[in-house]
């Protein structure tokens, strides 16, 4: 799995906003979908780079793509 360090839940979802993903709910992780995926990003500062490496890939979005649009 590739990794992705250093980012934080925040960074996250303003990086996923850009492609087309909202938030749908929140509570202790963040639900956010682009109508077709649904992504469960955990509340933490930082998250897991290999956590981070499989939201990026489940959003469609390869690790260069994702690290773009931070």
């Known amino acids: 799995m590739p990794k992705i360090p250093g980012i934080n839940h925040e960074q996250a979802v303003k990086a996923l906003k850009k492609v087309g993903f909202e938030v749908v709910r929140q509570s202790g ?16 500062n930082p998250i897991n780079a290999f956590t981070m490496g ?8 390869s690790i260069e793509e994702f690290k773009k649009l931070l």
Request: hydrophobic share 45%.
């Open 29 to 44: 992780h963040i639900i956010m979908t682009d109508g077709s995926r649904i992504l469960t990003i955990p509340r933490a």
């Open 54 to 61: 499989g939201i990026a890939k489940d959003a469609g979005l």
